[in-house]
C-alpha cells in the first residue's frame, strides 16, 4: 500500500514543495495548514508518517510532536526544520521525534530517511503482531494490516485500528474492558482523552461493518467494554468478562455474564 504523509510546514511554499517531491516519488501528502487541527484529522484519517516542522503557527512544533506521539504513537515523525543547533535537534528527539533533519537538505537525502523510518516501524509491527488470526470466517491479516470479511474484499487497517482489532479477535466472544483495550494499544500510562476507544470503534465499525449502526462483529457491552462477536447483538444472549489485569475471565478467573448488549 502507498504510504500516506501528512506535512505540516511553517512556509507554505517549502510545504508545497515537499508535496511535489513525495508524490513524485509515490507517496501520498496531505498538507495541513492549521497544525491545531492535527489531532483531529489523525482521529478521521490514517498517516502513516509526519514531516513536521518545528517552527508553526499558533503551537510550538516540539511540543506538537510529544502530543503527537503520546496520542498516537504509532505515527513515527520525522522534523524537518531551519533551526540547526545541536540543542534544536536534541530537543526533537528528547520530544519523540524519530529523525531530525536541518533545512536546507537534499532531496535524495530527505527520501532516504523518510524511506528508512517507514521500512523499521513497518518491521516492528510485523515482528510484534505475528502472521493472522481468524474467527468464524472473518480473517485479521496482521502482517498485511488488513481485515478481510467473508465474500469481501480485504479492508487496510491504520497500526492503531489494528492493535485493537487484533485484542478483541484474540479473545473473540470476551468482553474486552474498555481499560484493557487503552493499556494494550497504547500503554499504561496513557493519559489522553477518555473516549478514545469509542472514536476507533467507531472508526473500524464504518471500515469492516456492512451496516455500521447495525454490526455484524464489533459490539459494544454496556458499561464494560467491546466484544468481536460475529453476528447481530440479539444471536446470543450472554458474554463472560475478560478480566484486564490478568487475561483470565472475571473475578478470581471465573467468567461473569453480560447479557446487555449496546450497540
Known amino acids: 500500500m502507498t504510504a500516506h504523509l501528512l506535512l505540516l510546514d511553517g512556509d507554505a511554499m517549502t510545504a508545497g514543495m515537499l508535496r511535489f517531491l513525495l508524490g513524485d516519488t509515490g ?21 502513516d508518517l509526519i514531516l513536521l ?15 503527537v506521539r503520546r496520542e498516537h504513537p ?51 509491527e510485523r515482528n510484534h503482531f505475528g502472521s493472522s488470526i481468524r474467527s468464524e470466517g472473518a480473517a485479521l491479516d496482521l502482517g498485511a494490516m488488513q481485515f478481510t470479511a467473508p465474500a469481501r474484499r480485504p479492508v487496510p487497517l491504520t497500526p492503531t485500528e489494528m492493535k485493537i482489532l487484533e485484542c478483541l479477535m484474540r479473545d473473540a466472544d470476551a468482553v474486552v474492558l474498555h481499560e484493557t483495550l487503552i493499556e494494550r494499544t497504547w500503554g499504561y500510562d496513557y493519559e489522553g482523552e477518555s473516549n478514545r476507544v469509542q472514536v476507533y470503534i467507531s472508526r473500524l465499525r464504518k471500515k469492516i461493518e456492512e451496516d455500521p449502526g447495525n454490526p455484524m462483529y464489533l459490539h459494544t457491552v454496556r458499561d464494560a467494554g467491546y466484544t468481536f462477536r460475529p453476528g447481530r447483538a440479539a444471536a446470543r444472549p450472554a458474554l463472560h468478562l475478560l478480566d484486564a489485569g490478568r487475561g483470565d475471565a472475571g473475578e478470581n478467573g471465573r467468567a461473569r455474564e453480560w447479557s446487555a448488549i449496546g450497540d
Open 27 to 47: 507517496y501520498q501528502t496531505t498538507i495541513l495548514a492549521d497544525p491545531r487541527r492535527v489531532d483531529g484529522f489523525l482521529e478521521e484519517n490514517a498517516a
Open 53 to 67: 516542522d518545528a517552527t508553526l503557527p499558533h503551537v510550538d512544533g516540539f511540543a506538537l510532536c510529544a502530543t
Open 74 to 124: 504509532d505515527i513515527p515523525v520525522i522534523f524537518l526544520s531551519a533551526r540547526n543547533m545541536v540543542s534544536d535537534k536534541i530537543a526533537g528527539f528528547e520530544h519523540g521525534a524519530d529523525d531530525y533533519l536541518a533545512k536546507p537538505f537534499e532531496p535524495t537525502e530527505l527520501l532516504a530517511r523518510v524511506q528508512a523510518v517507514l521500512r523499521r516501524y513497518s518491521r516492528t
